[in-house]
């Protein structure tokens, strides 16, 4: 069952993301996080330091896990996801980094790091929320079009996403070809999930989510049968979906 919550801006998405995930922590202190990188969490991250800072929520017990990584980035490249995950969230709570998990994107053996990730994820019981964002070709985690991959992989990644995270690196020839990124039986094996998409780029990918076909040339569009997803968007997000009413 999909939930839609239609925000005005990026501002009010964050708040309802943060109030969520924070709702979760409040509700059980230990609980386990899966957490999303890229530009759309960052807001929530934010409000979450916040609420941290002012007495409201504690990370101690709190474990997460991440979607994905690049391969061949250091976890202290400024672009690595461990980097980001470190700055825009980790260094500023009091969680406990050894609960903290990150893809290995260094692996000399991908596949195996793979598998270790999924018996982490089992370990933990998996994830009582999944934050995803979503890509502009309907990708979420880094599992991108073309079929459906139930565990943590190895993937090319596509044209459309090496050009959109491009804006974080000097040029597009220097984004990582590569990436390592928790399956669909990972992400769907959270209790709940929260996706978050904010603007006109990311209209036409939440609406094939939403109302399209379940078919891997959406990967996003496998939500469609989790018992529990929300979906936080802006307006400009859910254009095509307000064109229907």
């Known amino acids: 069952m999909i939930t839609l919550y239609t925000e005005d801006n990026y501002e009010a998405l964050s ?48 474990k997460t896990v991440n979607l994905d990584e690049y391969i061949g980035l250091e976890g202290t490249h400024n672009q690595s996801y461990r980097y980001f995950m470190d700055t825009q969230l980790f260094n500023h709570v009091n969680i ?15 596949d195996a790091a ?11 019981g998996g994830t009582d929320v999944q934050l995803l964002g979503i890509g502009e070709n309907g990708h979420i985690g880094f599992n991108e079009p073309g079929e459906f991959v139930a565990g943590t992989h190895i993937v090319d990644l596509s044209e459309s996403t090496i050009l959109a995270n491009s804006r974080l690196f000097n040029s597009a ?15 769907m094996s959270a209790r709940k999930i929260i996706l978050i998409a904010s603007g006109a780029k990311k209209a036409d990918a ?4 939403i109302k399209g076909p379940i078919t891997p040339e959406v990967p996003a569009s496998i939500l ?22």
């Open 96 to 110: 406990d980094k050894v609960n903290t998990n990150v893809p290995d994107g260094m692996a000399k053996d991908i």
């Open 15 to 62: 708040r309802r993301t943060a109030d969520l995930i924070g709702a979760e922590i409040i509700h059980n202190p230990s609980c386990v996080l899966g957490l999303a990188t890229g530009s759309s969490p960052i807001g929530a991250y934010g409000l979450l330091i916040k609420a941290y800072a002012e007495g409201k929520l504690d990370f101690s017990k709190v």
């Open 224 to 245: 469609q049968l989790h018992p529990n997803v929300v979906i936080v968007a802006d307006e400009a997000a859910c254009s095509k979906l307000q064109e229907e009413i």
């Open 173 to 187: 020839d220097e984004v990582p070809k590569q990436a390592i990124t928790m399956g669909l039986h990972g992400i």
């Open 114 to 124: 793979g598998k270790a990730y999924d018996e982490l994820i089992a370990s933990l």
């Open 206 to 209: 939440l609406y094939q989510t």
